[in-house]
């Protein structure tokens, strides 16, 4: 990912918005230090996505998925 200081981004900044739609990612640091991050919105819904889903896996490898009977079963106890 590129790194492009704040007042490069500021005067380019078109520019960059069609690098982001071609692809390309940027890091916006400010003194050298990051403070953004310039992607494109699709990229990031992915991301996010992606992110969503490994926990998803993770909560399931740690609680299994019950079947309906046993569902069943729990609200006929009273358990939920």
Do not use: C, N
């Amino acid at each position: 990912m590129t790194e492009i200081g704040v007042m490069e981004a500021k005067t380019h900044f078109s520019d960059l918005l069609k690098r982001v739609e071609s692809g390309e990612s940027f890091v916006i640091t400010k003194y050298g230090k990051p403070v953004a991050m310039l992607s494109s919105a699709e990229e990031d819904k992915k991301a996010k996505t992606r992110e969503t889903m490994g926990k998803l896996r993770k909560l399931l490898q740690e609680h299994p998925l019950r079947t309906f009977d046993e569902l069943q079963q729990w609200k006929a106890e009273g358990r939920h």
